[in-house]
Each structure stands twice: as C-alpha cells, then as structure tokens.
C-alpha cells in the first residue's frame, strides 16, 4: 500500500496571504488528522476528519480551518498568514477505530 | 490540562548497546500511550503503543513498559544500531477519536 502523501512538501509564503495543504490517506483509511510542528512548541494537533466530519479540534485560532472530501482526501487551510505559522504541517490517517496513525513526510511551509 | 513530557532532550549511545527514553504523562484518562521515531526530513513513524490495562508490550527489538502508579511509560531499544538514531516521541490519547498528545521529544544518537 502506498503510504500518506502530502503536497506540496516545501512552500514559501508572505504574511497576510493564505495557503492550502493537501494530503492523500492510505487507501481504506477513513481517519486523517492534522498536526503542527515546530521546534518550540513540538507537535500539537489541529484538527481530525472522520467520514467528511470534523472530530477533534485542537486550540488553534479560526484561521487554521480542514475539510475532508468523499475520497477520504484533506485539505488544511491557513488564512491571514503569520511569521509565526511558519511550521512543518503533518497529516496523519488511521482506520478510525483503534490502532495506529501513519504520518506523511509533510509540508514545510515558510512565512515571510 | 492533558500533558505528555520527556525527562532527557538526548540520549548518546554505543553502537550494540540497548536504549531506554523515558516519558512522563499527566492524563491517567488516557487510552493508548504510543512511541513515534521521527528520522530527519521525514514525518513520525509509528513503532510501538500499548493500551493503558497493559504494563508490558514486546515488538522487534522494542519493549514499551507502562507504569500507571507513577504515570511513566519508556521504550526500551535493543543492541542499538545506528539506523536508530533519531528523535523519539512518545504520545497518548483516548480510545474515541484519534487526537494524539506528543511529548517534547528525545534526540538518540547512535555511536560507532
């Protein structure tokens, strides 16, 4: 099986713009989750998918916003960019049920 | 508030001796408590969890033991090799959903 895919891996922004993530679960995987990670504050989660539903979301203001299409596939999007949203962007899929979650490679988004 | 923690930010070792990363966690609500390796340039890559009513739990070359009285869980790797240098994370979260909860992380590495 091919694992999670996410695109574009390296992206360059200027404050105020938006951006759009993509990421492609493993195939039958129902579940994708989305995480932020930097070096000061690690890995902390944005938000869960579950059959085109949100079903967990971290503490991140508005401007951070997901959906889920039929195909499983997700969207993240950050509106009003910030310096501080600089980040790698991380998708993780699952089952949904119990098990583990298999991350992508990432997005390194870099605001300027 | 749900917190997972590490005690060391690095672990050096010799090459073909075993690793022990230790992890402290706050939230006895949770579920599942599970070790992530992250490589560089690459997302975390699942190793090993364990349900929260086991002490104990086995894989290849990994050993994750679970102490509940003290809210401590540590993966144990043995005859370390140099393919397992990398930062470790441990996590947990809850049975319904899948928001995971990471620790700051230990960097391992690996001597020749």
């Known amino acids: 099986k091919a694992g999670v895919t996410q695109t574009p891996r390296y992206l360059i922004k200027t404050r105020g713009q938006q951006v759009t993530l993509s990421c492609s679960p493993i195939s039958g995987h129902r579940s994708v989750s989305w995480y932020q990670q930097t070096p000061g504050q690690g890995l902390q989660f944005l938000f869960e998918?579950?059959?085109?539903?949100?079903?967990n979301k971290g503490n991140f203001p508005g401007r951070f916003s997901g959906r889920q299409f039929s195909n499983s596939r997700s969207e993240m999007n950050v509106s009003t960019l910030e310096l501080g949203d600089s980040a790698l962007y991380l998708c993780?899929?699952?089952?949904?049920?119990?098990?583990?979650?298999?991350f992508g490679p990432g997005t390194r988004l870099t605001v300027t | 508030g749900e917190s997972v923690g590490l005690h060391l930010p690095t672990l050096s070792v010799q090459e073909g001796d075993n690793s022990i990363i230790n992890c402290a966690y706050s939230?006895?609500?949770?579920?599942?408590f599970i070790w992530y390796k992250q490589e560089s340039g690459k997302g975390p890559q699942f190793i090993i969890d364990?349900?929260?009513?086991?002490d104990k739990r086995q894989g290849q070359r990994v050993t994750v033991l679970l102490n509940k009285t003290v809210k401590h869980l540590s993966l144990q790797i043995a005859a370390t090799q140099p393919g397992d240098s990398a930062v470790y994370f441990c996590a947990e979260r809850k049975a319904a959903g899948n928001k995971l909860t990471f620790g700051g992380g230990t960097r391992v590495l690996v001597k020749p």
């Open positions: 998918y579950f059959s085109e539903t949100q079903r």
């Open positions: 939230n006895s609500a949770s579920d599942y």
């Open positions: 993780a899929s699952s089952t949904g049920q119990s098990g583990g979650q298999y």
């Open positions: 364990i349900r929260s009513n086991m």
